[in-house]
């Protein structure tokens, strides 16, 4: 609130037009009768926005901060005709309110501009030093700092760096499935309910020494014949099910195990066996291993790859110690991907069915 207020103050110096404003304590009055205030938004002080009846515009500073709620009352109170809402931030995650609202479902009437430092005619060389030493000594946190890209959890994150090489080599875009191979569909098993973890599933084919991941699917709560219809309706209906060890547990619902409910769907489940202790950091080394191996359809599989680019390192912050992989909303399709790696590094999985390496130009963008 206060950096906002000072900004527009050193702006108004900067033009040499402080003749037309009177800067107070509180607020900016303009000699054409105008005034400029400045509130809090956060969501104990939101309520307070409803007093601004009557104004015609707002700005909101690091708009990725505000919740759902503040941006609900804000909206319906900056409503005179002709009146406007700006908003300025560096995105944070996809789910924030301000990007669900601009740049996932985007109004008809907004107007949405993506600026970074490439737009910036007056780019300093001490700023384009720092780009550089970011982009060669943190890749994974590049993409959020300098190019507009999502957060991705930078202390720690397992994945992070080789997602930024996979983009900076033109490993992620356009990936067309072949039709003559067979897909592969790898598991993290989830449960049914509210409270159940997500069940992740990624769709890939092995074309030689490549891995085309094709697709992601995601989801929580859902009965596992949800995941079955889903497979089939995308087109995956003769996938090869890859499940993890747990996938002869006995469904919670039905009673019967997870793999035989996919063999009673037509689907072929091959059952990985428990890696053992320390399984978790074997599957992260495995995914680094064969992460240069892979190539993946941009659009169908953002939300996986979202995953993999936060899935990170739990800490303890008073020894400065590595606790192995934190659980949350990320490790399910880091697990599931990390199953993958396992999968194509087992010999007996290397089928015959792979012709040679084929030109990579001929099916990515």
């Given at each position: 609130?206060?950096?906002?207020?000072?900004?527009?103050?050193?702006?108004?110096?900067?033009?040499d037009v402080g003749d037309y404003f009177e800067v107070?304590?509180?607020c900016i009055i303009t000699h054409g009768g105008g005034l400029i205030i400045f509130n809090g938004m956060q969501n104990?002080?939101?309520?307070?926005?409803?007093?601004?009846?009557?104004?015609?515009?707002a700005w909101i500073e690091e708009a990725h901060t505000l919740s759902e709620r503040s941006l609900a009352l804000l909206r319906p109170t900056i409503r005179e005709e002709g009146s406007e809402i700006w908003a300025s931030w560096n995105p944070r995650r996809k789910k924030d309110a301000i990007d669900k609202f601009l740049r996932v479902k985007k109004p008809d009437d907004a107007i949405v501009v993506e600026s970074n430092w490439r737009d910036n005619p007056w780019f300093p060389d001490v700023l384009q030093q720092e780009r550089l030493l970011d982009q060669k000594i943190y890749p994974e946190r590049y993409d959020h700092i300098w190019e507009g890209g999502y957060a991705k959890a930078f202390e720690g994150a397992y994945f992070a760096g080789v997602l930024a090489k996979a983009k900076s080599e033109g490993r992620i875009g356009h990936v067309a499935a072949d039709p003559l191979l067979p897909y592969r569909a790898i598991f993290d098993l989830g449960g049914s309910g509210a409270t159940a973890d997500a069940m992740s599933i990624w769709i890939t084919q092995w074309v030689g020494r490549e891995i085309r991941v094709l697709d992601y699917i995601e989801g929580i709560g859902q009965v596992l014949a949800y995941y079955v219809n889903e497979l089939r309706s995308r087109g995956y209906g003769n996938a090869i099910c890859i499940l993890p060890h747990d996938g002869v547990n006995s469904n919670s619902i039905t009673g019967k195990r997870y793999e035989d409910h996919?063999?009673?769907?037509?689907?072929?489940?091959?059952?990985?066996?428990?890696?053992?202790?320390?399984?978790?950091?074997?599957?992260?080394?495995?995914?680094?291993?064969?992460?240069?191996?892979?190539?993946?359809?941009?659009?169908?599989?953002?939300?996986?790859?979202?995953?993999?680019g936060y899935y990170h390192e739990r800490k303890d912050e008073t020894r400065n110690v590595g606790l192995g992989p934190d659980h949350d909303w990320s490790s399910h399709a880091a697990d599931a991907f990390g199953l993958l790696a396992v999968a194509y590094e087992t010999p007996d999985e290397s089928k015959a069915d792979m012709p040679p390496p084929v030109a990579r130009k001929g099916f990515a963008a």
């Open positions: 609130m206060q950096s906002a207020k000072r900004l527009i103050e050193d702006k108004i110096k900067a033009f107070q304590n509180d104990h002080t939101a309520e307070s926005i409803k007093s601004l009846e009557g104004f015609h515009g996919l063999r009673d769907a037509s689907f072929e489940v091959i059952i990985v066996p428990n890696q053992g202790r320390g399984a978790a950091m074997m599957r992260v080394e495995a995914v680094r291993r064969i992460f240069p191996q892979c190539w993946f359809n941009e659009t169908t599989t953002e939300a996986g790859r979202d995953a993999l």
